[in-house]
């Protein structure tokens, strides 16, 4: 086997990847009250929906140990790449390179590389499906990881919620200060900065207001188009999902388009009826 893609949990696999040795998904651990929720192929959404509805206290999540990343780097794969969600967000970077630097020490040749994400959700899919094509166009190790770097370079994230406790009670809004009251029904329209950080953008009165002002910074930040994935994520909205796809689509042409539903992590940040989009 040529090479492998590991893809930590926050980032949602595509369908054909989950039954491909060369994909492995590093599941974080989901905290409901009392309750660990591994994140893996048996996440229930809808089941983990409800679990937090009724669940007095925030939920929160684990990132692997550097130990798991160690066992999963440690394949015949002759090329290993790591995608991890935001370091600004969470210590899976961290944890990655530190299980790197655990199986160097017994296999000093073995080629691993870990890329920060500076994202999250779909985005992480993105980047796992540019390591993809840079390796079936023949690429070497070190042309691969240059490419993916300069393509995360030019990734935009976008990000509309109905909830945001989860993040800010978990201190993901540390940088952010201008969130207004949720009771008048203003909906932030966040962003990621090029650190990976959160920022709000803009903000609207209502959902609707707020995912076609998204729309609009979606588009008015990114460039070239015909070479790009338009990726969203849902958390239970599909809908919705739906809906921004076509709206996009009537002011830009991107190269492809694909709507996932959000996995354990980011169904725990989105929370019921958030869209995460990434171009």
């Known amino acids: 086997m040529g090479y492998k893609i590991i893809i930590d949990s926050c980032g949602e696999l595509l369908e054909k990847w989950k039954g491909d040795s060369r994909f492995e998904s590093v599941p974080l651990t989901l905290i409901v009250g009392v309750e660990h929720v591994v994140d893996d192929e048996s996440f229930d959404q809808k089941d983990f929906l409800e679990k937090v509805a009724v669940c007095p206290s925030v939920p929160k999540s684990a990132c692997p ?26 210590g899976s970077y961290n944890s990655a390179v530190l299980g790197r630097k655990l199986l160097l020490e017994d296999r000093p040749d073995k080629q691993i590389y870990v890329f920060n994400s500076r994202s999250a959700s779909v985005g992480e899919t993105l980047i796992g499906m540019k390591i993809q094509e840079c390796e079936e166009a023949g690429m ?19 990000f509309v919620l109905e909830n945001l406790d989860a993040l800010r009670k978990n201190g993901r809004l540390t940088g952010v200060k201008a969130l207004v009251a949720s009771a008048l029904k203003i909906k ?7 650190e990976g950080g959160i920022c709000q953008l803009d903000q609207a009165r209502g959902i609707n207001r707020a995912l076609s002002k998204m729309i609009d910074y979606v588009i008015d930040r990114t460039a070239d188009w ?11 909205c599909r809908e919705r999902a739906e809906l921004l796809k076509t709206a996009i689509l009537k002011r830009v042409r991107p190269k ?13 940040y989105a929370s019921d009826g958030g869209i ?3 171009a």
């Open 188 to 194: 932030p329209i966040m962003g990621s900065t090029p």
């Open 226 to 236: 015909e070479h790009r994935i338009l990726a969203i994520s849902n958390c239970n």
């Open 256 to 268: 492809d388009v694909i709507i996932l539903d959000t996995a354990g992590v980011s169904t725990l």
């Open 140 to 158: 070497s190790f070190e042309e691969v990881i240059s490419a993916v770097e300069d393509y995360i370079e030019t990734m935009n994230t976008f």
């Open 276 to 278: 995460i989009v990434v």
């Open 65 to 90: 140990s550097p130990e798991r990343y160690r066992s999963a780097f440690d394949t015949d794969a002759e090329r290993v790449y790591a995608v991890t969600l935001s370091a600004e967000l969470s």
